[in-house]
């Protein structure tokens, strides 16, 4: 069975960092696209950032591209979001995700229904 777990939420000022992580057991990681999501109260859950399996390819939301950044390691089987000059809308519960099959397109990243696992979920506040 395959479990994530994702770690490193929290309350920080806006203009500050945050780094997140997600810890995947049970399954064979290296095979898995990952990506990051987020729902804010009142909100549909959005695309934040994802990462191919193959090449570690990375892709970003637009509101977060030049801020956050996504990365793996292998050998840890974890998915990390680092992410910084943090704004107010950014505050949301983050999720991670894992995606058993090839992804043909950018734009397939960003598909929840293609994404097998998910997380709990990790909660970011951003305070002004």
């Known amino acids: 069975q395959v479990q994530l777990v994702e770690s490193g939420g929290g309350s920080v000022q806006a203009g500050g960092s945050l780094r997140l992580s997600c810890a995947v057991s049970?399954?064979?990681?290296?095979?898995?696209?990952m990506g990051w999501f987020r729902q804010a109260p009142g909100k549909e859950r959005e695309f934040v950032a994802a990462i191919d399996w193959r090449i570690s390819i990375t892709y970003y939301a637009e509101p977060v591209k030049g801020r956050f950044t996504i990365t793996r390691d292998n050998t840890k089987n974890t998915v990390t979001l680092q992410m910084g000059d943090m704004k107010r809308e950014d505050a949301a519960v983050y999720y991670c995700?894992?995606?058993?099959?090839?992804?043909?397109?950018?734009?397939?990243?960003?598909?929840?229904?293609?994404?097998?696992?998910w997380g709990q979920g990790t909660q970011v506040t951003v305070s002004s």
């Open positions: 049970g399954g064979s990681f290296r095979r898995y696209n």
């Open positions: 995700a894992a995606a058993d099959s090839i992804l043909t397109a950018p734009s397939l990243y960003r598909v929840q229904s293609l994404y097998d696992y």
